[in-house]
């Protein structure tokens, strides 16, 4: 398992998204804690901006408290390693469920949206607009209630995840963060945004949940964004009149025409209890009067740093900017899946496929400009108090692990039998064992407990979906535009920057051209010099010369005894004698005995053979 942070070490992945992937974490502290943590890709985390924008923006992440959303619960930053600690909610999340079990109905899905646009009333609220809004970022939780009934229990997560990938240093250039198709017209455009596009996103949402597709649809992303700047819905048969007013209402092109996060939640409520087969019939005269709940918004929650200015921007229609404008170069081919992951849009992949999970498109003509970052080259004014906060993690964890134990090393699992993705493509998470959704409860940190619905069989059966009890309204102040924070750092001086690690130069043999066994040979011949040396040096210095030739005395001494004893013997045994040409074998007058004697100088041996 890999540690994250000092408290975090991930055991699996989840799931993974254009910005990162999810791993299921325990909390080292507390034993049998688990969580989820979203480790931000590399390119995300390694650019200063995100980074400083992730510390900056942690207080609103972490106070960013509702029943419906997903709670952040710590934000980690570890050397090169960005990553979002969330409560983990065991359940699929609103894609996967739809394409496992089919559009909901209208009353379910009235119900499912309007605790979303409660979510987002309340985030609204904070000044934070979640600008991804899409069925892949809804979890279904389950809650059982008192009675032993389970209730589907939709959270909202990856709030702030669009906002720190749209980062000056990703955005320099002004692309698009998104998700093509839930992506709002003004978004599209470079135009300013608003809680309206939060809006715009739930009314797509709504849509998909009653008809099981998205409104808008292309071949490429290109053509989905020209659908949403140019085309109008259509009513499908099956979407009763007053949930498509709502419907209708959220996908103005022009964002002050959308009603609030509010209304929109109050409206849904409204529509739920009139349409369906048990609703009264003054409920449903009142569904029917539903456009006149759905107030806009007064003062929209800006998004900072989006479009010409709040000013230009907030009255605009859609008119206002072409919509040629928008069409990215080299985006006209290639499949679209509308259902592909988030957007982020780094300038240098301007060229990439649509197809690619990681939508790239090239900066929009007429967006914003950019403020104080945009065209910024040089170093961004962050990065030493960065690099500051990085040195502190660093010390946090620096502990080696092989790639075969890292988590981070491997991929996903995909099910047995499944067809291995292209990186990119597709809805990634999908397709997990189902292990992963346990059926018996966990306790959250929050103290609720979620299991995963029951596997339905047979044709796709309408999630039970039961009205949660309504939110006191919020008294939360309206969004200010937050004043850049400075950063401090620990009291302590910047630690200077370590200076890069001299190595020692490589020796070099003498023998540059390596030739096999010459060190042998060479050790050899040294080894015959010495002894060479050697000898000369007690030849001539001892007594050595003497004693050889008192030696050879000895062995002609001995040898003329050999001899005559020989001659003796044979003549005994009535032999010729044993010189030349006698068949016994005669030890010291054999060929080989000769060859040495005749090589090696010592002419006195050949003296003692049967020839001489
Ligand atoms: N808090 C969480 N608890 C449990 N599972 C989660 C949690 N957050 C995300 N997941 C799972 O991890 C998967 C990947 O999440 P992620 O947010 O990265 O994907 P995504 O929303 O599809 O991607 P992106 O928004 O980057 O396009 C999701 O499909 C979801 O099922």
Redesign the pocket.
């Known amino acids: 398992m890999r540690p994250v942070g000092s408290k975090y070490l991930l055991e699996e992945p ?9 791993w ?1 974490a325990q909390v080292r502290d507390e034993a049998g804690s688990t969580v ?1 943590v ?1 480790v931000l890709k590399e390119e995300l985390a390694g650019d200063p901006d995100v980074v400083m924008r992730f510390l900056r923006e942690r207080s609103v992440l972490l106070r960013l408290r509702h029943p419906h959303i ?1 709670r952040v619960r710590d934000l980690v930053v570890e050397g090169d390693l960005l990553a979002l600690v ?8 609103l ?2 469920y739809l394409r496992e079990n089919g559009p909901f109905t209208p009353v379910a899905a009235a119900l499912l949206t309007a605790a979303v646009a409660d979510a987002l009333a309340a985030s609204h609220a904070d000044g934070v607009v979640h600008r ?1 809004l ?1 069925p ?2 809804v ?1 279904l939780a389950t809650l059982t209630g008192e009675d032993g009934d389970e209730r589907m229990h939709p959270m909202l ?2 709030f702030g ?1 669009a906002r720190l990938a749209d980062s000056p240093g990703v955005t320099r250039t002004h692309e698009f963060v998104g ?1 093509p198709a839930y992506v709002a017209p003004e978004s599209a455009q470079g135009r300013p945004q608003t809680s309206a596009v939060d809006i715009y996103g739930a009314g797509i949402l709504l849509y998909e949940l009653v008809t099981g597709r998205v409104p808008f649809q292309g071949e490429n992303a290109i053509e989905v964004l020209q659908a949403h700047l140019n085309q109008q819905p259509r009513r499908p048969s099956t979407v009763p009149e007053p949930l498509w007013t709502v419907i209708e209402r959220c996908l103005r092109k022009e964002p002050a025409q959308r009603p609030s996060a509010d209304s929109l939640a109050r409206a849904l409520r409204v529509v739920a209890a009139g349409v369906g087969v048990h609703a009264t019939p003054a409920a449903a005269e009142a569904a029917l009067g539903v456009g006149a709940l759905l107030a806009p918004d007064e003062t929209p929650t800006l998004v900072p740093g989006t479009g010409q200015g709040a000013a230009q921007g907030a009255g605009g229609g859609s008119g206002d900017a072409d919509p040629t404008q928008v069409l990215p170069h080299g985006q006209s081919g290639g499949s679209y899946d509308p259902n ?3 957007s982020v849009l780094p300038s240098e992949g301007a060229n990439r496929p649509a197809a690619d ?1 990681t939508r790239v498109l090239p900066p929009v003509p007429g967006g914003q400009p950019g403020g104080q970052q945009s065209g910024q080259q040089g170093p961004h004014p962050w990065e030493s108090q960065l690099s500051a906060a990085r040195q502190r993690n660093d010390q946090t964890e620096a502990r080696y692990l092989p790639p075969e134990m890292d988590p981070l090393f491997r991929r996903p699992r995909r099910q047995p039998g499944q067809p291995a993705q292209p990186e990119g493509q597709g ?4 397709g997990y064992p189902q292990q992963q959704y346990p059926q018996q409860q966990r306790q959250q940190g929050g103290g609720q407990g979620y299991g995963y619905p029951q596997q339905q069989s047979g044709p796709p059966q309408q999630p039970r979906y039961q009205q949660p009890p309504q939110q006191p309204a919020q008294q939360q102040p309206r969004y200010q535009q937050p004043q850049p924070q400075r950063y401090e750092p620990q009291q302590r001086p910047p630690a200077a920057p370590e200076p890069p690690r001299q190595h020692e130069p490589r020796r070099r043999s003498a023998n540059p051209v390596k030739i096999p066994g010459l060190g042998c040979l060479k050790g050899c011949l040294t080894v015959i010099l010495v002894m060479v040396v050697l000898f000369v040096i007690v030849w001539y210095t001892t007594p050595l010369p003497h004693w050889v030739d008192s030696t050879r005395n000895l062995w002609d001494a001995t040898s003329s005894w050999a001899h005559s004893a020989w001659d003796k013997l044979s003549s005994i045994t009535g032999d010729s004698g044993g010189g030349q040409g006698d068949n016994t074998p005669n030890p010291l007058n054999t060929p080989d005995l000769n060859g040495i004697t005749g090589q090696n100088g010592l002419g006195g041996l050949n003296g003692l053979n049967g020839n001489g």
């Open positions: 989840l799931g993974r998204g254009a910005t990162g992937t999810v299921r989820a979203k997903v969330m409560d983990l909610v065991d359940g699929p999340d894609h996967r991804d899409k892949a970022n979890l997560t990856d995840i998700t592909a992951a988030t999970g809805r990634p998470g999908y």
